[in-house]
């Protein structure tokens, strides 16, 4: 009798034992899930795009009327493409270490001046022969457009040069009835839109900026949104002709312009003069020799406009343009 007591006993014990190791395991367990879901699974603090990109700030399309950039603007993944580079400058007949800010010139006598240092004898100029037109585009800096767009927004950006001209372009088209889309006193706007889709593209993520080939797609897009055809283009050739055609339609253009030193910068073309330097091939020649070089009138987004209709512009050689951007 006794031995059968102390076996159920026993038995009760082990029992106790076991659910008691089973219970403390299980809690265990339960601890180590806890943990895993409130370190790696919070979604309120990994997860906040306020800084992966949070499309409510960085791409708070509401202002600007693009609701498709909104929701681009929380993708992150093309932050891990490889930034645009750029040409390729081995090869620049211009030297090395000119950089974008020495080629912009600001005034017309400056580009006349620095024809004139690239010949040795008897050099002058001839006549300087403006464009059909140069047009009243304005000039916005690039460096209070990124400072709203931070105010607005958040974040900081750079490389932003391609959509300061394409800002010029697009208040221009608008202002003049070409093609409608934000009222032209909302500039900002324009930029702001316009950055976010680059964002949204991953393109501004590198902070490498984006190159004509990128642009135009955008601007397509960006015209799309807003119910318009009109379809942005990057060519290579002709350079040239391009921009004398569209200076007769009374249309300005984005050159991508590319420095010796490697730096490089997107403005919108306002027109241009043909410059004529007459000069001596060898010293006493009693016959001159011409040579005419074209000098872009450009919207340069490093100073804010003075003020007059056509805000401030400068000017820079034809060698130095090397793509464009139109929109047709």
Do not use: W
């Not at 009798?1 to 076996?7: E, P």
């Not at 600007?64 to 993944?77: C, E, Q, W």
């Not at 024809?115 to 464009?131: A, D, N, P, V």
């Not at 040579?291 to 060698?319: F, L």
Request: proline share 3%; net charge positive.
């Amino acid at each position: 009798m006794k031995r059968k007591i102390f076996k159920k006993l026993m038995s009760l014990l082990v029992c106790v034992t076991v659910l008691t190791a089973t219970f403390q395991v299980s809690a265990k367990s339960s601890a180590i899930i806890c943990n895993l879901v409130s370190e790696s699974g919070n979604a309120s603090e990994s997860g906040n795009a306020s800084v992966s990109g949070n499309a409510s700030v960085s791409g708070n399309a509401s202002e600007s009327g693009n609701p498709s950039a909104s929701g681009d603007a929380a993708d992150t993944d093309g932050a891990v493409e490889p930034p645009y580079t750029g040409y390729d400058y081995t090869n620049d007949p211009c030297g090395s270490s000119k950089s974008i800010h020495d080629c912009l010139l600001n005034t017309l006598g400056a580009a006349e001046q620095e024809l004139l240092k690239g010949y040795k004898y008897g050099k002058r100029i001839r006549k300087s022969q403006k464009s059909d037109y140069l047009l009243d585009t304005n000039n916005y800096a690039q460096d209070k457009l990124n400072s709203y767009f931070k105010e607005r927004y958040g974040v900081n950006v750079n490389g932003t040069c391609s959509f300061v001209a394409s800002t010029t372009n697009i208040e221009y088209y608008t202002r003049k009835g070409i093609a409608r889309t934000l009222d032209h006193s909302k500039y900002r706007i324009i930029f702001s839109t316009l950055v976010n889709m680059g964002f949204g593209s991953g393109k501004l993520e590198n902070k490498g900026g984006v190159s004509p080939k990128e642009l135009a797609p955008l601007l397509t897009k960006y015209y799309k949104i807003h119910k318009k055809t009109i379809t942005g283009k990057s060519i290579n050739s002709p350079l040239k002709s391009t921009v004398a055609k569209y200076n007769k339609m009374k249309k300005p253009v984005i050159g991508a312009f590319h420095a010796p030193d490697g730096s490089r910068h997107s403005v919108a073309i306002a027109g241009y003069y043909d410059i004529t330097v007459q000069y001596q091939k060898k010293k006493n020649d009693t016959k001159y020799a011409t040579k005419t070089t074209r000098y872009y009138v450009v919207n340069d987004g490093y100073h804010t406009a003075t003020g007059t209709k056509s805000g401030r512009v400068q000017y820079i050689s034809e060698k130095y343009l090397k793509a464009l951007v139109k929109m047709d």
